[in-house]
Nanobody
Protein backbone atom coordinates (compact mmCIF):
# COMPACT_ATOMS: atom_id res chain seq x y z
CA UNK A 1 0.00 0.00 0.00
CA UNK A 2 1.48 3.32 -1.08
CA UNK A 3 1.75 5.83 1.71
CA UNK A 4 2.81 9.47 1.45
CA UNK A 5 3.44 11.51 4.57
CA UNK A 6 4.26 15.20 4.41
CA UNK A 7 6.12 17.20 7.04
CA UNK A 8 7.89 20.52 7.43
CA UNK A 9 5.03 22.96 7.22
CA UNK A 10 4.70 25.88 9.60
CA UNK A 11 4.48 29.63 10.02
CA UNK A 12 7.05 31.84 8.32
CA UNK A 13 7.36 35.52 7.54
CA UNK A 14 7.18 36.81 4.01
CA UNK A 15 10.54 36.51 2.33
CA UNK A 16 11.48 33.50 4.41
CA UNK A 17 12.07 29.87 3.49
CA UNK A 18 10.69 26.46 4.35
CA UNK A 19 11.51 22.96 3.20
CA UNK A 20 8.73 20.42 2.95
CA UNK A 21 9.42 16.71 3.02
CA UNK A 22 7.37 13.75 1.85
CA UNK A 23 8.17 10.22 2.97
CA UNK A 24 7.07 7.73 0.35
CA UNK A 25 6.63 4.04 1.07
CA UNK A 26 4.85 0.93 -0.13
CA UNK A 27 6.50 0.38 -3.52
CA UNK A 28 9.40 1.40 -5.68
CA UNK A 29 8.85 4.71 -7.41
CA UNK A 30 11.33 4.46 -10.26
CA UNK A 31 8.51 4.58 -12.83
CA UNK A 32 6.54 7.26 -11.06
CA UNK A 33 6.13 11.00 -11.16
CA UNK A 34 5.94 12.74 -7.79
CA UNK A 35 4.28 16.08 -7.37
CA UNK A 36 3.46 18.85 -4.96
CA UNK A 37 0.09 20.55 -4.97
CA UNK A 38 -1.46 23.14 -2.72
CA UNK A 39 -4.90 24.33 -1.78
CA UNK A 40 -5.75 27.61 -0.12
CA UNK A 41 -9.07 28.18 1.67
CA UNK A 42 -11.86 28.78 -0.80
CA UNK A 43 -9.64 28.04 -3.79
CA UNK A 44 -9.14 25.10 -6.10
CA UNK A 45 -6.19 22.80 -5.74
CA UNK A 46 -3.17 24.17 -7.59
CA UNK A 47 -0.26 22.36 -9.18
CA UNK A 48 3.07 23.44 -7.70
CA UNK A 49 5.80 21.18 -9.08
CA UNK A 50 6.56 17.67 -10.22
CA UNK A 51 9.59 15.47 -10.69
CA UNK A 52 10.11 12.29 -12.65
CA UNK A 53 11.64 9.88 -10.22
CA UNK A 54 13.82 7.95 -12.64
CA UNK A 55 15.79 10.86 -14.06
CA UNK A 56 14.92 13.91 -11.94
CA UNK A 57 13.24 15.89 -14.70
CA UNK A 58 11.28 18.73 -13.10
CA UNK A 59 8.44 21.04 -14.02
CA UNK A 60 6.99 23.99 -12.09
CA UNK A 61 3.82 26.00 -11.92
CA UNK A 62 4.20 29.60 -13.05
CA UNK A 63 3.44 31.04 -9.63
CA UNK A 64 6.40 29.28 -7.97
CA UNK A 65 8.94 29.12 -10.76
CA UNK A 66 12.36 30.45 -9.73
CA UNK A 67 11.37 30.40 -6.04
CA UNK A 68 10.63 26.74 -5.30
CA UNK A 69 12.76 23.70 -6.00
CA UNK A 70 11.53 20.12 -6.07
CA UNK A 71 13.98 17.29 -5.49
CA UNK A 72 14.10 13.65 -4.42
CA UNK A 73 16.41 11.30 -2.60
CA UNK A 74 16.24 7.93 -4.27
CA UNK A 75 17.97 6.04 -1.47
CA UNK A 76 15.64 7.37 1.21
CA UNK A 77 12.45 7.47 -0.89
CA UNK A 78 12.03 11.10 0.07
CA UNK A 79 10.55 13.99 -1.87
CA UNK A 80 11.34 17.60 -1.01
CA UNK A 81 10.08 21.06 -1.81
CA UNK A 82 12.44 23.90 -1.00
CA UNK A 83 10.44 27.11 -0.84
CA UNK A 84 12.27 30.43 -0.90
CA UNK A 85 11.12 34.05 -1.07
CA UNK A 86 7.78 33.03 0.35
CA UNK A 87 4.79 35.29 -0.13
CA UNK A 88 1.50 35.52 1.78
CA UNK A 89 -0.23 34.10 -1.29
CA UNK A 90 1.78 30.90 -0.85
CA UNK A 91 -0.29 30.18 2.25
CA UNK A 92 -2.05 26.85 1.73
CA UNK A 93 -2.15 23.20 2.64
CA UNK A 94 0.57 21.47 0.63
CA UNK A 95 0.09 17.93 -0.59
CA UNK A 96 2.50 15.34 -1.88
CA UNK A 97 1.16 13.11 -4.67
CA UNK A 98 2.30 10.27 -6.89
CA UNK A 99 1.27 8.78 -10.23
CA UNK A 100 2.66 6.27 -12.69
CA UNK A 101 4.77 8.09 -15.26
CA UNK A 102 2.73 6.64 -18.12
CA UNK A 103 -0.55 8.06 -16.78
CA UNK A 104 -0.43 11.82 -17.35
CA UNK A 105 -2.18 14.18 -14.95
CA UNK A 106 -4.06 11.65 -12.84
CA UNK A 107 -2.42 11.29 -9.45
CA UNK A 108 -3.44 8.10 -7.68
CA UNK A 109 -1.84 8.63 -4.30
CA UNK A 110 -2.01 11.59 -1.96
CA UNK A 111 -0.65 12.52 1.44
CA UNK A 112 -2.66 14.12 4.20
CA UNK A 113 -1.17 17.57 3.67
CA UNK A 114 0.89 20.01 5.68
CA UNK A 115 -0.07 23.61 6.43
CA UNK A 116 2.14 26.45 5.30
CA UNK A 117 1.28 29.93 6.53
CA UNK A 118 3.17 32.98 5.35
CA UNK A 119 2.62 36.16 7.33
CA UNK A 120 3.02 39.60 5.82
Amino acid sequence: QVQLVESGGGLVQAGGSLRLSCTASGRTFSNYVMGWFRQAPGKEREFVARIRWIDGTTYYGDSVKDRFTISRDNAKNMLYLQMNSLKPEDTAVYYCAARPAIVPARYDYWGQGTQVTVSS
